[in-house]
Structure formats: structure tokens, C-alpha cells
């Protein structure tokens, strides 16, 4: 199979997820579209672990490891993207998101040991001079317009502390998988059900009923993140991952915002200007290097996994 093609597919997908986000947005609450969305997808994956003759059977310690890697990965972190993503267009989302490869290199610092090097070092502050240059960038739009600066503040604390769970879900999915040696589908496919389960406690105790829209919209944007972006990407993002290695395959997450910029100027109406350019061009600059090949294998710092 043509890699280049799942390698586009993966990324393609992946950067439209956060513009289908917005459609999720209106009348039913996030934490019941959220818990459809990722029942959707660990039943889809449980199908597909059935008929390819993968087992589920863990053991009490690996259903804690995975319950965890579940809640930060599948639920915490979602939920707070969806709130932002009320604040924030898809695009601004993305970008937030590129640098959960930077807060990997940190995290792995502080729970693996992992040594950090100048390069790494260098390469984090170029990526986060970068993001702050998008956001000053958009708030002086705000700004001369009289547009609501405080919310917009809110969508982006929300979507940062979002992306940093992310990334402690990254390094439970890395213990989980160094301890206790579980292969990543099935894992992933337990991980989705208690994410949903998690989701589903949290809006019961919200006091938030259940509803659902039936409206082409909602329907056909929450069958795309489910199957489309919580189980096709990751079944072409796993090719690619055997096929052509971590190092190499990483650079989906590079391509990922830019995909999201460009969808975003045609469906929400967002505003390119110069800032915007310098500062997605250091955002990506810092992805690059830190995914650098020398320095990567080196360093064996985890991977993102967006869902």
C-alpha cells in the first residue's frame, strides 16, 4: 500500500477532527457527545478485535493502567477541548495541540528520567515563541475589533490544560505499555470503553440528562469522529507506525494544524495575517527538530496519540 497515502489520510483526518468538533457543538451537552462518540469507537474496535481474534482479557492491574490511560486520554482532556472549542476555531485548537510533543519531552523528564539536551531544550522554546505569536497574533485581531478578549483567554487556558492532560495520558499509555506489555489496539479499545464510562459518570453526576440530535449535522460529524477519526486514523497511523517507525511517522502531528489552518479559513471564516504565518512557521520549526531523527532516537521521548 502507498504509505504516503496513509500518511496524508492519517494526518488528513486527524487535522479535521477538531473542525468536526465545532458541529458537535449546540444542543446536546459535550459530555454526552463525548460519551457517544467514544462508545462509538470501542465498539467499533471491539468488532474488529472479535473478528481479527485479538484478546481482551487483562488482568486487575492492567485494567487500572489502561482505566487511567482511559480517563486522561479519552475523557479529562476531551472534555476540555470541547469547551474551548466554543471559545477557539479548530485551527487555534490544532496548533495548541502540535504542542503536546514539546510537554511529552518535559513529562518524560519528570517521570522517566529522561535526559533533556540543549537541542531538545532549544527546539521546545522555538515552538512555544511560536504558539505565542498565534495567540498575540489573534488577540490583537480581537482586540482592534472589541471582540471578547476574556473568553477567548478562557478557550485558551482550557485548550493548554487540555493538551498537558493529553500528554499525562501519553505517558500513561508509555508505563502501560513498558510495565505491563499490552499491545496497543486492544488496549486502546478497553481505554475508549472507560473513557466513555468516565464521560457518562460525569454528566449523570452533573445532572445532565441525556439527549441526542438527529439532525444530518451532529449525526454525520459524530459518525466521523467515531469512526473516522477514533479508529480508521488510528488503524492507518499503526500501519505506518510498523512500516516506517516512530521517528518518521511522528511527523503526522506536524502536518496535522497546518490541515486544520486551512480548513478553518474555508468553513469558520478564520483570517490568515502575518503573525499567523511566523508563528505557525516556529510551532512547526520546534515539531521538526524535536522529532529530528538524532536527537528522537536518542532520546526515546513517548509520541502523542490524538484520538
Not at 474496535?45 to 482511559?70: D, E, M, V
Not at 519528570?110 to 489573534?138: H, M, N, V, Y
Not at 485558551?156 to 496497543?184: D, E, F, Q, R, W
Amino acid at each position: 500500500m502507498n504509505y504516503f497515502f496513509l500518511y496524508f489520510i492519517t494526518a488528513f483526518i486527524w487535522g479535521s477532527t477538531w473542525l468536526a468538533i465545532h458541529f458537535q457543538l449546540g444542543n446536546v451537552s459535550p459530555l454526552w457527545s463525548l460519551a457517544y462518540r467514544f462508545t462509538m469507537a470501542a465498539v467499533l474496535l471491539w468488532i474488529y478485535c472479535f473478528f481479527t481474534k485479538r484478546s481482551l482479557k487483562f488482568n486487575r492491574k492492567q485494567h487500572g493502567a489502561i482505566a487511567l490511560q482511559g480517563l486522561l486520554m479519552f475523557s479529562l482532556n476531551y472534555i476540555l477541548y470541547y469547551f474551548s472549542a466554543i471559545y477557539l476555531n479548530s485551527g487555534v485548537l490544532a496548533v495548541v495541540f502540535a504542542t503536546i510533543i514539546i510537554m511529552n519531552i518535559f513529562n518524560s523528564r519528570l517521570f522517566f528520567k529522561t535526559p533533556i539536551d540543549l537541542p531538545l531544550f532549544l527546539a521546545a522554546i522555538i515552538g512555544l515563541l511560536g504558539l505565542t505569536q498565534i495567540f498575540w497574533s489573534e488577540f490583537s485581531k480581537l482586540y482592534a475589533v472589541g471582540g471578547d478578549l476574556k473568553n477567548f483567554g478562557l478557550g485558551l487556558v482550557l485548550a493548554i490544560v487540555a493538551t498537558y492532560i493529553a500528554s499525562l495520558g501519553n505517558m500513561a499509555s508509555a508505563y502501560t505499555l513498558k510495565v505491563h506489555n499490552l499491545p496497543v489496539i486492544e488496549s486502546n479499545t478497553i481505554g475508549m470503553a472507560y473513557g466513555a464510562l468516565c464521560l457518562t459518570i460525569f454528566a449523570v453526576l452533573s445532572g445532565i440528562h441525556p439527549t441526542f440530535d438527529i439532525s444530518l449535522t451532529y449525526v454525520s460529524s459524530l459518525i466521523y469522529l467515531g469512526l473516522f477519526g477514533s479508529v480508521i486514523a488510528f488503524g492507518t497511523y499503526f500501519v505506518l507506525l510498523n512500516q516506517i517507525g516512530p521517528e518518521r511517522v511522528a511527523y503526522v502531528f506536524v502536518l496535522t494544524p497546518i490541515i486544520a489552518l486551512i480548513l478553518s479559513t474555508f468553513f469558520e471564516n478564520f483570517h490568515w495575517s502575518i503573525g499567523t504565518f511566523v508563528g505557525l512557521f516556529f510551532v512547526l520549526l520546534g515539531n521538526v527538530l524535536v522529532l529530528n531523527k538524532k536527537y528522537f532516537a536518542q532520546k526515546n521521548t513517548p509520541l502523542a496519540k490524538p484520538a
